[in-house]
């Protein structure tokens, strides 16, 4: 990133939005934009609607919304592309995910409706409890990509957007790492014309969008953009790209929680976080594959915030342990339990409990629509390769390769926003304060 101010494009003309998975967080998102664009609803959680952002001194009295602040994209010009397995309309998945309420659904029921999924490109050795009809059949991995950018170039060409961001909100896939077919452009596109066994539908999807000249961020903890094939793709094509794994629930606690111990340098001897969930995302997290990407998400963060390595008295023997339980009956209203075993003065046990009943996708349609937003916002501030300023949003965030991430959730927050400061010529703010004294 240049450290000159960017010049940022306006942001004209309407604003395609691609999702990848039309699931309970794709229909709670949707659904949420058009109960909010009919004046039904408020947009709670979103930091790009509702959020304010503080200009100069603390005497000036400056403090705009963020969205009187930067050129976002305004919600009356977004304009949705799916793609799924199942071939239901938008309005059918949200009933079957159970989210929101009958009498919600039916006043939204036209505008979802009308959004009906493409066929997927889909691979059942990647997740392993999902199979349905709306796939695309035949050929090699690289005709699926074709097929992508076709159903993109169609979708331009249909509603008339002037730009797109493309945002993966399908389930999670099988763990895997970076593999040779990941190191170059090249070996990528000679591997997705050999079928290779190593690329995901994933990555299909991502490399479809690039070569297309969309941005593309990563919500779920797979392997994706974060591999040097589809990073060199970001920078040739000038895009951004940003991932991974949305901080919803039980992540979002401890990049609260976390820093705050830290802070006070208390001490912590174990961790043990479970959950139970009965959405489709439970289902699939209930395959271990799929579940092992996720358990690399969730335990990274803890270790990154609370650093054993520079605080070994404190953290050094933590014992950190992450479940996920498929429960059915409990559907989107997740259930993340912690028992915390924290030390302090002269080493005295102590304990913390969290119970935190979270609806996943209403914690996760906010954050689809600020993602969505900025990563539209970095595009046309010419902003390219990894947006580490996102990382407020995810649960792994994606960095510069050999830098590890930043996890505490204040500091990322003040990261993005330093970040607006930048793109609009505004002073950082570091939070010294010395001018208002002697």
Same mark, same amino acid.
């Given at each position: 990133?240049?450290?000159?101010?960017?010049?940022?494009?306006?942001?004209?003309?309407?604003?395609?939005? +691609?999702?990848?998975?039309?699931?309970?967080?794709?229909?709670?998102?949707?659904?949420?934009?058009?109960?909010?664009?009919?004046?039904?609803?408020?947009?709670?959680?979103?930091?790009?609607?509702?959020?304010?952002?503080?200009?100069?001194?603390?005497?000036?009295?400056?403090?705009?919304?963020?969205?009187?602040?930067?050129?976002?994209?305004? /919600?009356?010009?977004?304009?949705?592309?799916?793609?799924?397995?199942?071939?239901?309309?938008?309005?059918?998945?949200?009933?079957?995910?159970?989210?929101?309420?009958?009498?919600?659904?039916?006043? !939204?029921?036209?505008?979802?409706?009308?959004?009906?999924?493409?066929?997927?490109?889909?691979? $059942?050795?990647?997740?392993?409890?999902?199979?349905?009809?709306?796939?695309?059949?035949?050929?090699?991995?690289?005709?699926?990509?074709?097929?992508?950018?076709?159903?993109?170039?169609?979708?331009?060409?249909?509603?008339?957007?002037?730009?797109?961001?493309?945002?993966?909100?399908?389930?999670? *896939?099988? @763990?895997?790492?970076?593999?040779?077919?990941?190191?170059?452009?090249?070996?990528?596109?000679?591997?997705?014309?050999?079928?290779?066994?190593?690329?995901?539908?994933? $990555?299909? #999807?991502?490399?479809?969008?690039?070569?297309?000249?969309?941005? #593309?961020?990563?919500?779920?903890? @797979?392997?994706?953009?974060?591999?040097?094939? !589809?990073?060199? +793709?970001?920078?040739?094509?000038?895009?951004?790209?940003?991932?991974?794994?949305?901080?919803?629930?039980?992540?979002?606690?401890?990049?609260?929680?976390?820093?705050?111990?830290?802070?006070?340098?208390?001490?912590?001897?174990? %961790?043990?976080?479970?959950?139970?969930?009965?959405?489709?995302?439970?289902?699939?997290?209930?395959?271990?594959?799929?579940?092992?990407?996720?358990?690399?998400?969730? +335990?990274?963060?803890?270790?990154?915030?609370?650093?054993?390595?520079? #605080?070994?008295?404190?953290?050094?023997?933590?014992? @950190?342990?992450?479940?996920?339980?498929?429960?059915?009956?409990?559907?989107?209203?997740?259930?993340?339990?912690?028992?915390?075993?924290?030390?302090? %003065?002269?080493?005295?046990?102590?304990?913390?409990?969290?119970?935190?009943?979270?609806?996943?996708?209403?914690?996760?349609?906010?954050?689809?629509?600020?993602?969505?937003?900025?990563?539209?916002?970095?595009?046309?501030?010419?902003?390219?390769?990894?947006?580490? %300023?996102?990382?407020?949003?995810?649960?792994?965030?994606?960095?510069?390769?050999?830098?590890?991430?930043?996890?505490?959730?204040?500091? $990322? /927050?003040?990261?993005?926003?330093?970040?607006?400061? %930048?793109?609009?010529? *505004?002073?950082?703010?570091? @939070?010294?304060?010395?001018?208002?004294?002697?």
């Amino acid at each position: 990133m240049s450290k000159e101010i960017p010049q940022v494009a306006p942001a004209e003309g309407k604003l395609g939005v +691609l999702i990848p998975g039309m699931g309970a967080v794709t229909t709670t998102f949707i659904a949420g934009v058009e109960a909010i664009k009919k004046g039904l609803a408020k947009p709670i959680g979103s930091v790009t609607q509702l959020s304010t952002i503080r200009l100069g001194k603390r005497t000036e009295g400056r403090s705009p919304l963020i969205r009187d602040f930067v050129p976002l994209a305004r /919600l009356e010009d977004l304009e949705f592309a799916t793609w799924d397995i199942f071939p239901d309309t938008c309005y059918e998945a949200a009933e079957k995910a159970g989210v929101l309420e009958q009498p919600t659904l039916e006043k !939204l029921k036209e505008p979802l409706d009308a959004i009906k999924p493409h066929s997927a490109v889909f691979d $059942q050795d990647f997740v392993r409890r999902l199979n349905g009809p709306n796939v695309k059949q035949g050929g090699s991995k690289m005709d699926k990509a074709e097929a992508l950018i076709e159903d993109i170039r169609k979708f331009r060409e249909n509603t008339g957007v002037s730009r797109c961001v493309m945002i993966w909100c399908g389930s999670t *896939e099988v @763990h895997h790492q970076p593999g040779a077919v990941h190191q170059s452009v090249a070996a990528f596109e000679e591997g997705l014309r050999n079928s290779d066994a190593e690329i995901s539908p994933s $990555q299909i #999807y991502a490399y479809a969008a690039l070569k297309s000249g969309v941005p #593309y961020a990563n919500g779920a903890p @797979h392997l994706t953009v974060d591999c040097p094939a !589809l990073l060199e +793709l970001a920078r040739d094509m000038n895009l951004p790209v940003c991932g991974k794994d949305f901080k919803t629930g039980q992540t979002f606690m401890k990049t609260l929680v976390a820093p705050g111990l830290k802070s006070r340098m208390l001490g912590v001897s174990g %961790w043990f976080s479970t959950n139970i969930l009965g959405n489709r995302d439970g289902e699939v997290l209930d395959d271990p594959g799929s579940f092992k990407s996720k358990e690399e998400s969730k +335990l990274s963060a803890l270790e990154q915030i609370l650093q054993p390595d520079l #605080y070994p008295d404190l953290y050094k023997n933590i014992y @950190h342990k992450v479940r996920i339980n498929y429960y059915p009956p409990r559907g989107d209203a997740k259930e993340g339990w912690d028992n915390i075993d924290i030390f302090g %003065w002269l080493g005295y046990p102590m304990q913390i409990k969290i119970d935190f009943l979270c609806r996943d996708s209403i914690l996760a349609a906010p954050l689809v629509l600020d993602l969505v937003l900025f990563l539209d916002l970095a595009q046309r501030a010419g902003m390219r390769g990894v947006q580490e %300023w996102l990382s407020f949003y995810f649960k792994a965030p994606m960095t510069a390769p050999g830098l590890y991430p930043e996890h505490d959730i204040f500091i $990322q /927050l003040m990261k993005l926003k330093n970040t607006l400061r %930048w793109m609009r010529g *505004e002073d950082l703010i570091t @939070h010294l304060g010395l001018e208002y004294y002697d």
